[in-house]
T-cell receptor
């Protein structure tokens, strides 16, 4: 079974600075997808960024980028120019490339932005 | 473009009761997945419905059941509620077009269930 581990329960960063959230996963599959979701206090899970395992290039979405290290099974999220609205729980998630679309989530990292 | 909607937003039940939660998928989506998120934890997959059939199920007892309607909306039913069923229940929808890289799940705001 696949597992996802987020080793940082909490992180904080000064507004406008850069922060990196860590995620590692365990799988024997070669075809899979990785995601970062953001969950603000409103509770709604919002997709931040996704990475296909077959792509060597790291995904980027505006201020959000990932460092995908397939051999190390590592998938970190970098947030540049942090904004107050980035404060939320961040979840790393794994989905197999085969079969149904079950997402396997990590425990989450609570990100605080200090003004 | 309507996103994923869930009802009710909050619910309080007592042990042993039954509950039904509802989900309407994002416009154009045909697949609905349900997740349970305990306080301070990541979501756990309950099951997924496609074409009105349960396609995959997580490690949850038979007390958890579901249904998908022809309009793709879905219900999650939980029987014989336990205190441990208190959680945020999230619904996610996606479009099954046979290409996994297109099948990103979009989440609703969730239903907060408290069992007393």
């Amino acid at each position: 079974a696949q597992t996802v581990t987020q080793s940082q329960p909490e992180m904080s960063v000064q507004e406008a600075e850069t922060v990196t959230l860590s995620c590692t996963y365990d799988t024997s599959e070669s075809d899979y997808y990785l995601f970062w979701y953001k969950q603000p206090p409103s509770r709604q899970m919002i997709l931040v960024i996704r990475q296909e395992a077959y792509k060597q290039q790291n995904a980027t979405e505006n201020r959000f980028s990932v460092n995908f290290q397939k051999a190390a099974k590592s998938f970190s999220l970098k947030i540049s120019d942090s904004q107050l609205g980035d404060a939320a729980m961040y979840f790393c998630a794994y989905r197999s490339g085969q079969g149904a679309q079950k997402l396997v989530f990590g425990q989450g990292t609570r990100l605080t932005i200090n003004p | 473009d309507a996103g994923v909607t869930q009802s009710p937003t909050h619910l309080i039940k007592t042990r042993g009761q039954q509950v039904t939660l509802r989900c309407s998928p994002k416009s154009g989506h045909d697949t609905v997945s349900w997740y349970q998120q305990a306080l301070g934890q990541g979501p756990q997959f309950i099951f997924q419905y496609y074409e009105e059939e349960e396609r995959q199920r997580g490690n949850f007892p038979d007390r958890f059941s579901g249904h998908q309607f022809p309009n793709y909306s879905s219900e999650l039913n939980v029987n014989a509620l336990l205190l441990g069923d208190s959680a945020l229940y999230l619904c996610a929808s996606s479009l099954n077009i046979g290409r996994t890289d297109q099948e990103t799940q979009y989440f609703g705001p969730g239903t907060r269930l408290l069992v007393l």
